[in-house]
């Protein structure tokens, strides 16, 4: 019981940083599971089983509140499902920790980007005039979510600021844009540790503690 009741503050906390600012709730899973000696793989399948229930709500809260960009989220989603799918195959079979310096190294450059451009009014990079397309948008999401089944989270510490970059709508847009793709994310990199059986070894209780905090959280973080 108390275990569930602390996974569930933890999923609170990551799920109220995750709808409000697009990144934080699989990072923070991820990160907690692996420190209590979890496997990567199984780390990562039990964040995203934590993620489907969550992701789900909170999309359908970041649309009822009207954050979400119906073109964008399509543009997003449905690469973002291909590359986690891939990314779940991949994990399953091989290790990927040199990738977490190249990893560290990108979110770094986005985060100095966005406190550039929002927190002193200057573009590093000029944002495109067609931002919002596909061609832009698919690539970005594609990477984001092979990024976020192999390393357990990354899909809102990807596509958020990559957006922020590319597009010019405002930081809500962006963020329930993103959370609300995220369920989509998940239901295909759930199916890809699936197929790799990664599923077998996830440790339930933790995973149910996640989704109670971060369920009851999601709407008024959105």
Request: charged content about 10%; glycine content about 14%; hydrophobic content about 55%.
């Amino acid at each position: 019981m108390w275990l569930v009741a602390a996974f569930a503050l933890a999923g609170g906390l990551a799920q109220l940083v995750d709808g409000t600012l697009g990144m934080g709730f699989g990072v923070t899973s991820a990160t907690v599971l692996l420190a209590l000696g979890v496997a990567p793989a199984t780390a990562s399948a039990a964040t995203h089983a934590a993620k489907l229930p969550t992701t789900l709500i909170s999309g359908l809260s970041h649309w009822r509140v009207g954050n979400v960009d119906r073109a964008v989220f399509w543009r997003i989603a449905i690469p973002g499902a291909v590359g986690g799918f891939l990314g779940a195959v991949v994990l399953t079979s091989i290790s990927l920790e040199a990738a977490k310096s190249g990893m560290a190294g990108l979110l770094l450059f986005f985060g100095a980007v966005i406190l550039m451009r929002f927190g002193f009014g200057v573009r590093v990079i000029p944002t495109p005039a067609n931002g919002h397309r596909a061609r832009w948008l698919s690539p970005i999401g594609l990477l984001g979510g092979f990024v976020d089944a192999t390393g357990g989270g990354g899909w809102g510490p990807v596509v958020t600021p990559s957006l922020m970059t590319v597009t010019s709508h405002e930081p809500r847009k962006v963020v329930g844009s993103v959370n609300a793709a995220e369920f989509v994310v998940a239901l295909s990199v759930s199916a890809g540790f699936i197929t790799g059986a990664a599923h077998q070894d996830i440790p339930w209780l933790p995973v149910l503690g996640l989704v109670l905090g971060g369920v009851i959280v999601a709407p008024i973080a959105a």
